[in-house]
């Protein structure tokens, strides 16, 4: 019988230092700082998302005033019967 070059303790070994290296290089990359700093003032160099507030519009849905979002989707503000929260129903057109 022939003997076997990878035996299990051989290939255990050979996918353990694959992985090791691969987190090794993957640690070694390096992300950005969130910040920068001009003249003396920390400046945030993401960008940051304003929150539009809702515009409301000429038409009414069932008596309530319907509402453009922010990415153009018209809703109605809804109150649920059994907890009594309000949430938000988009209207398909």
Same mark, same amino acid.
């Given at each position: 019988?022939?003997?076997? $070059? $990878? ?67 018209? $809703? ?18």
């Amino acid at each position: 019988m022939r003997k076997q $070059f $990878f035996t299990i303790e051989r290939k255990t070994i050979l996918i353990m230092i694959i992985i090791l290296s691969l987190c090794a290089v993957a640690s070694a990359q390096e992300t950005p700082a969130p910040y920068k700093v001009v003249n003396n003032e920390i400046v945030s160099t993401t960008t940051v998302k304003v929150k539009q507030a809702p515009e409301l519009t000429k038409y009414t849905y069932k008596g309530k005033p319907v509402y453009r979002g922010s990415k153009g989707g018209l $809703f109605v503000y809804m109150t649920s019967k059994k907890s009594g929260k309000v949430y938000k129903k988009y209207l398909k057109i």
